[in-house]
């Protein structure tokens, strides 16, 4: 895996460098007031910053010992399961709408993947959807499927 790290790293030096140079090609300006290249410098200079620090410990570290991919037994049944409820959610989206579905979503991930107790998985599932669509729907103003449960007609029942 090192050898990886060290690889991927260098690519990752080589690409930032490139995007340097080309910034500064089309014209970095000054600080007061920018050129077109200004944001494309800044993101390969932070390129290159984030290459080192990930190249220090890839140098640093000694090899490890050679394990699969999976590291733990179950852990290619969860992911299988996890594309699977994404797939689900994904299907069921446009039905159920977003806050139900992504309320049942959160229910599996905290149920059957990761096993929490009932009052916790049901506190942080609906805590979880109706934080999502408020900060969404509400805030953020995005167009996410309704469903059966409204969001508005929630809030005109709030109201009353």
Do not use: H, N
Request: include cysteine; aromatic fraction near 14%; proline fraction near 4%.
């Amino acid at each position: 895996m090192r050898r990886y790290d060290i690889i991927s790293t260098f690519c990752l030096m080589a690409l930032s460098v490139y995007v340097i140079f080309t910034g500064f090609s089309l014209g970095f300006g000054r600080w007061s007031e920018p050129g077109p290249g200004f944001i494309a410098v800044l993101a390969g200079l932070l390129l290159f910053g984030l290459s080192t620090a990930c190249l220090i410990p890839a140098l640093a570290r000694r090899a490890e010992a050679a394990r699969g991919f999976f590291p733990e037994a179950g852990s290619a049944r969860k992911v299988g399961l996890i594309i699977v409820a994404l797939a689900g959610f994904t299907l069921l989206l446009e039905w159920a709408g977003f806050l139900l579905t992504t309320l049942a979503f959160m229910l599996f991930l905290l149920r059957v993947i990761e096993p929490q107790r009932w009052r916790t998985t049901i506190l942080l599932s609906s805590l979880t959807a109706v934080i999502c669509l408020l900060v969404f729907q509400i805030w953020l103003q995005v167009q996410l499927p309704e469903g059966p449960v409204s969001v508005y007609t929630l809030m005109q029942w709030l109201r009353r």
